[in-house]
């Protein structure tokens, strides 16, 4: 057995999680989607599990390549492309009962195409661009002339329609233009199926705008516990944080005044200055933007970035830190004792949303999941 430390880790706190997917579920009666493109928001595949073993059993990716490593990896339940597809995948869909979100005649022919010669029915959503100017039908296009073409098509199951809000956690007025567009779309929609499915809100709405629930809700960021207004307000329901991050200590030294301190020299000590170097980086998804500006944890107190965070170290002050030394555990994201990095605060001196930072932190492969005491599957 080879002595081998991991320099930096990702830990999964299971429990957290199960807490967030109770709470969320009890907030509101329609039914949720698991939101986990980009590797479960950087958590890993492993953590899309946990949310079936806790009771989820519908989940949203961007991408067939998605589904397709979600399927391999054993997971049942509905898979609904959120991203759309390529012509060539259309085969995959159905080998993989995926659900695809439609938002072109063009996917909409591949998909019967291959649907007719398999001699199989495909369900799908449709996706109307009610502002949003990205993915979609804009509405005008499902007129008679759509309805005529594809509406008595025997190889292709409407079964939901939604649509996506372009600034739910900021813009509340164009958000309820949006939903009360979305509201005038859905009338010319037969509803006598039970398992129709309207949806359109994303964490932020879906906190924010209960009256804007319809049918299912696509939840991302607030499963994992982070709010979807940053460090400016926190969700109106208790969340939990689910990623915490650590890294070690690797050298502690002290320098003198008038000393530079890494690339670009960008940090010189006014006094004599102990700083420890710490085994995590740019390439462990920390932006380089962020060099001088955040902090960690190193027994429990805050150390402040010095000079530039380099590709797989970074150097922090410990002038006030008392005891520091090699081989000490460092926390870049999480709690310790009274103090704690959220990665609101991160995203805050990045100058960023959190989706970015925890996308970006998902670099870090090694990950130790805690406390998943369930397992139902
Ligand atoms: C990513 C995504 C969501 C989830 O957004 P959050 O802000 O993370 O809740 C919902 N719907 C669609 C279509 C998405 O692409």
Redesign the pocket.
């Known amino acids: 057995m080879e002595n081998i430390l991991f320099p930096f880790w990702m830990e999964i706190d299971a429990g957290n999680l199960r807490h967030n997917v109770e709470v969320l579920k009890n907030w509101s009666s329609s039914s949720l989607m698991a ?1 986990v ?1 980009s590797e479960a928001y950087g958590h890993g595949w492993e953590a899309v599990k946990l949310l079936y073993d806790y009771g989820l059993r519908k989940f ?1 990716v961007a991408s067939v390549e998605e589904a397709h490593e979600l399927r391999k990896r054993g997971l049942r339940g509905d898979i609904y492309l ?1 991203g759309g597809f390529f012509t060539e995948e259309a085969e995959t869909i159905i080998k993989e009962q995926l659900t695809p979100v439609i938002s072109s005649g063009e996917e909409l022919q591949a998909l019967e195409e291959v649907a007719r010669r398999a001699g199989k029915v495909i369900s799908f959503h449709l996706k109307v661009d009610t502002g949003m100017g990205r993915m979609g039908f804009l509405p005008q296009e499902i007129n008679d002339e759509w309805w005529r073409k594809w509406g008595g098509n025997h190889n292709l199951s409407l079964r939901g329609v939604m649509t ?1 809000f372009a600034s739910a956690e900021s813009d509340p007025a164009y958000t309820r233009f949006q939903f009360d567009h979305f509201l005038s779309f859905l009338h010319q929609f037969p509803e006598s199926n039970p398992s129709w499915e309207r949806h359109c809100c ?3 709405a879906f906190l924010s705008f209960p009256e804007m629930h319809l049918d299912l809700s ?5 499963l994992w516990g982070v709010s ?1 207004w940053g460090r400016e307000a926190a969700p109106p329901l208790d969340l939990k944080p689910v990623m915490r991050v650590k890294a070690r200590v690797k050298q502690v030294k002290t320098l003198p005044p008038g000393f530079s301190v890494g690339y670009g020299r960008t940090f010189t000590t006014s006094r004599e200055t102990r700083l420890a170097a710490i085994s995590i980086g740019y390439s462990q998804g920390l932006f380089r933007s962020l060099s001088n500006r955040m902090e960690v944890l190193i027994r429990g107190r805050r150390a402040p970035s010095r000079g530039n965070i380099s590709m797989d170290q970074m150097t922090v002050e410990v002038t006030e830190i008392e005891g520091v030394k090699k081989g000490d555990i460092v926390t870049v994201v999480g709690k310790e004792g009274k103090e704690e990095i959220t990665i609101e605060e991160i995203a805050d001196l990045a100058h960023t949303i959190p ?1 970015e930072i925890l996308c970006s932190l998902g670099k870090i492969k090694n990950r130790i999941i805690y406390g998943n005491h369930c397992s139902l599957a």
């Open positions: 939101v493109k949203g959120l996506h994303n964490s932020a696509r939840v991302g960021i607030a979807p989706h």
